[in-house]
């Protein structure tokens, strides 16, 4: 572990007694919850709006704004979200986890909503090892020791990424696309050019013609993403404007033209990340138990669930879904709220 986050191991520690009793109380509150079924059957995509008020906690190198669902006493499920998108892709998710007896927790990435940098100073860096280590920071900063994980896209990098390198601090994890870890090295291999084709962005943004494109055209872009990468999702004009304020956060371009150049090679990261970007230019076996999901609908850049299948040592089921495309929570929320209810039994 870097020494970077020994300043968090030790709050972390300082404050063990009440994670402990946390834990000692979680089993309760689940067993006083809804039961899960119920809740499944209450919840329908697009039936929530929004969370309760935000908050906001200090954590490695950013003041990370986030929201927060159910008992405190629960056992904590922690869901990052994907690009360009944000928290709001779990708000039907959210009160189905929560009723069942779960502490849901849902930070914004670096560079979306009210996250924001500590520093002026600090790289506005999108490697995905940065993103990673933010959520490790995001727990040890909350005191929760160990959570099961969900994510999708960006969000699905970041939780296998922190199952491969902290497996101790995660319980289990459901990962839409599977196994998404990447290095610069395997990126320098050209694709068919079908492949390429759906990747025109990342090309974009090489561009400075793309950043500042992008800068000047952000919600556009964004809408233009969610249709393409979603062709059967009908969502409407105030689900996406309640959506697309996460993208005036004043970090957000420098973040995701860094994302895409990094993983070009056209951009490099920070040295104090370079350990565990060679652990995962490696591709770890990830240990802990999974579900991967895949839309049939995904219409965005995706591997084959059979290419990933061996990335996953401990108990592994994989779950198509049909009528759905990329951003799979906010889609069919019932479904994947399912998939963190059952890997939590494996």
């Known amino acids: 572990m870097s020494p970077a986050f020994n300043h968090q191991r030790r709050r972390f520690f300082g404050i063990a007694?009440?994670?402990?009793?946390?834990?000692?109380?979680?089993?309760?509150?689940?067993?006083?919850?809804?039961?899960?079924?119920?809740?499944l059957a209450a919840v329908r995509a697009g039936g929530n709006t929004s969370f309760a008020a935000l908050k906001q906690i200090k954590a490695g190198v950013l003041d990370i704004g986030y929201a927060e669902a159910g008992p405190v006493d629960g056992p904590v499920v922690l869901l990052v979200h994907g690009w360009p998108y944000d928290i709001r892709s779990y708000v039907d998710v959210a009160p189905i986890l929560a009723d069942a007896g779960y502490r849901v927790i849902i930070p914004y990435l670096r560079g979306h909503g009210t996250t924001r940098f500590l520093s002026d100073e600090t790289p506005r860096n999108g490697q995905q090892a940065a993103l990673a280590a933010d959520m490790i920071a995001f727990m040890d900063a909350l005191?929760?020791?160990?959570?099961?994980?969900?994510?999708?896209?960006?969000?699905?990098?970041?939780?296998?990424?922190?199952a491969a390198l902290w497996p101790e601090r995660c319980k289990a994890m459901v990962s839409v696309s599977g196994y998404l870890i990447g290095s610069q090295?395997?990126?320098?291999?050209?694709?068919?050019?079908?492949a390429e084709l759906s990747w025109w962005y990342q090309f974009?943004?090489?561009t400075e013609r793309g950043r500042l494109g992008y800068a000047a055209n952000t919600h556009e872009f964004a809408k233009l993403i969610w249709r393409t990468a979603s062709p059967t999702w009908?969502?409407?004009?105030?689900t996406f404007h309640r959506s697309a304020t996460t993208f005036d956060n004043p970090d957000h371009v420098d973040i995701t033209i860094h994302n895409y150049r990094w993983r070009l090679g056209l951009a490099e990261g920070e040295a104090e990340y370079d350990a565990y970007e060679r652990q995962l230019a490696m591709r770890p076996i990830i240990t802990i138990p999974t579900i991967t999901m895949e839309g049939d609908e995904n219409a965005a850049p995706h591997p084959e669930p059979s290419s990933y299948a061996k990335k996953f040592s401990g108990r592994y089921e994989h779950r198509n879904v049909a009528g759905v495309g990329h951003n799979l929570p906010q889609e069919a929320p019932q479904t994947f709220a399912k998939a963190i209810l059952d890997v939590a039994k494996f």
């Open 234 to 238: 009908k969502f409407d004009d105030e």
């Open 204 to 206: 974009y943004f090489a």
């Open 17 to 39: 007694a009440m994670t402990v009793a946390a834990a000692e109380f979680g089993m309760t509150a689940i067993a006083n919850a809804r039961s899960p079924a119920a809740s």
């Open 143 to 162: 005191g929760v020791e160990k959570a099961i994980l969900g994510g999708y896209d960006w969000g699905a990098r970041t939780v296998s990424i922190m």
């Open 185 to 194: 090295a395997a990126n320098s291999t050209p694709l068919p050019p079908a």
